[in-house]
């Protein structure tokens, strides 16, 4: 397939009563990706956890649903009074979503990865596209334990593959482990790298990838400050840039149930990428969110036909020329060489008091004696010292102009304009140059 139509979802996080209708949240997005003939929908970081809530049959979690329910913008007057309600004896009794979810995980994880395996297989059919689902903390399909991981299901609502965050932050060490590797997870719609939150931040990420053949790059966010999403969103386009690839990038926002404080809202503006060359305006970037708090559906055609051209014809050859075997090899011995440097931060303890060594060996390179003969040349003559007052009669700006042309009167350098309404301040800087030679009698 040359060309198709890719879409992605920002999406808030909701509290769902029933499995039904967290399943009617999502048809709402993929009937509109689907409106715009979309092949392939990207779905964000972590709103597969909303799978969890109808799991949760405690007093504590059912408050909460009801709270959510009440802060919706559709919601009945009715509604909005019991979600106050609902709220306020949430506060009083300490509620916390992700505690509930903590026990949910102990006892039922492989139910919620059953639901959410039937849930997204029936969508990813029902509308006949590829799926990348919302990640959740699942168990692993290889070995069970959990992990923030998104699953990708193919148009007849087979799994084709997963993929587990791997650098957790501190909401993900509470829940779960970290993945063990990046692979290529292969589709109808081309071979895509699936990345999760900060993982898109090294470089070495989108390297494996391109490595293995991926022509498609997924990010997935959930961000709680406007820094983290800033260091995301370039991280994406540099992954983008540095290996030729497509990009998708898809945000959860609005009210963080997991991290209710005042400041865990979350942020984002989903968006799809293309490298610099089949951009419109050279900046990767084809189409973005407006902002970073309201839903939407996404979607831009890309040519995998230009792609291809591109990595022929590109001045910078990454994807035509990746030298597999050296770079293996080059890759494994620099980090082999870097687990032995020492730590110059705050070097290792080496007692049971906990006191620190310097560090094996010394880096600090000897820097070589620079005499004031050894400085270059930052300024050349322009008058001769001492200048003549004005009182005098003598225009130190046209003796300075004069002093750069030649003998046949014509310019032997660079003329400042504007030098009749006054001398400049680099005039005078130099003339002191020319004082300073002449005393030690190196003028010429």
Known sequence: MDRFVVASVQQRLRLPLTLDEYRDQQRRFLRAAHAKHARL??????????????????????????????????????????????????????????????????????????????????????????????????????????????????????????????????????????????DVIHSDVGALGVILGSDVLYPEVGRVLAFQGAEVLVAQGACVTQTLYNKLRLGTLARMQDNQLFAASAYVVGVNPLRPQPDGALLGKSAIFAPQELTPRFNGVLVEMGNQSSEGVLTAEWDFRALKELWESSETPVRRNLPLLQASKMLAALYQHVQTLPRLADGEPDNAAGQLTPPARSLTLALPLITLDDLPIIASVTSRWPLQSVAAGADPAEEAVSEWNGADGSPAGPILTGAAEGATAYEEETDEMDALAGSTGDKT
């Open 41 to 182: 929908v990207v779905f964000p970081e972590l709103a597969g956890m909303m799978l969890a809530p109808p799991l949760l049959g405690d007093f504590r979690a059912g408050l909460l649903k009801r709270a959510d329910r009440g802060r919706r913008r559709n919601a009945s007057l009715w509604q909005k009074v019991v979600g106050g309600l609902a709220g306020s004896a949430a506060g009083f009794l300490k509620a916390n979503f992700q505690a509930s979810l903590i026990g949910l995980l102990d006892v039922a994880a492989m139910d919620l990865w059953e639901h959410y395996k039937t849930i997204f297989g029936e969508l990813a059919r029902e509308f006949g596209v590829t799926l990348v689902a919302p990640s959740a903390y699942l168990p692993d399909p290889l070995d069970g334990v959990i992990r923030n991981l998104a699953a990708v299901f193919g148009p007849g609502g087979e799994l084709l593959g997963v993929q587990a965050k791997v650098m957790l932050n501190q909401t993900d060490q509470a829940l779960c482990r970290p993945g063990n590797t990046w």
